[in-house]
């Protein structure tokens, strides 16, 4: 992930029980709650601290260290703390010495529309620098396209590219279907038609990415 400017950076810890009574969390919410040793805000991420413009979209972005005792992934903890929170979160979860990076693809109208999450694998902290960008949806796209692993087009809104990647990923099972299709057929002709279709399938995939 990238090392964003020291103007960002805080330190500012939060007791998870807290956090427990702010969403109004379910038994089985503490439970998972249980696997968490810590959480703090390290980055604020806006236009005082870097001079970047907000947008409706995207008006300042947070980044909290979640640091937990097993790999178990508080998953419901996290989505219920994260639509509490009308700024896009970065979530760095760590494991000894490995992090995992998540983010919610989410949307901040009247209500917090959470479209999607995405998550990294677990992997050894590699930080470089940012790419110059023009505003903080810049710099949410870049996060966003860097855990996920499928780039922006030019201008491309944050919808558009949500639905471009849906599209892939539709398109990649319906390969992988086709192809086992294909494996085990053993006429011919219907072969060779299998075949055909996969080389449509895949030429689409391309034509997307």
Known sequence: MFEFPSNTKVDRP???????????????????????????????????????????????????????????????????????????????????????????????????????????EWQTENLKPIEIVKDLTELYKLMLSSIANFNFRANETLHDWLNRLNEVEGLEKEFKKVEKQMKTEIQPKKKFELNDKLREIYKKIEELE
């Open 14 to 120: 939060f007791k998870i029980k807290e956090l427990l009574k702010l969403i109004n969390a379910d038994k089985e919410t503490r439970q998972e709650a249980q696997n968490i040793e810590s959480i703090t805000m390290i980055n604020a991420i806006s236009e005082p601290t870097t001079s970047l413009k907000p947008s409706k979209e995207v008006n300042e972005i947070y980044v909290l260290k979640m640091t937990i005792l097993t790999e178990q992934i508080p998953y419901e903890f996290i989505k219920q703390l994260d639509r509490t929170i009308r700024f896009q979160v970065l979530f760095k979860i760590w494991h000894l010495d490995q992090v995992k990076y998540l983010m919610f693809y989410k949307g901040l109208g009247d209500k917090i529309a959470q479209y999607r999450l995405f998550e990294t």
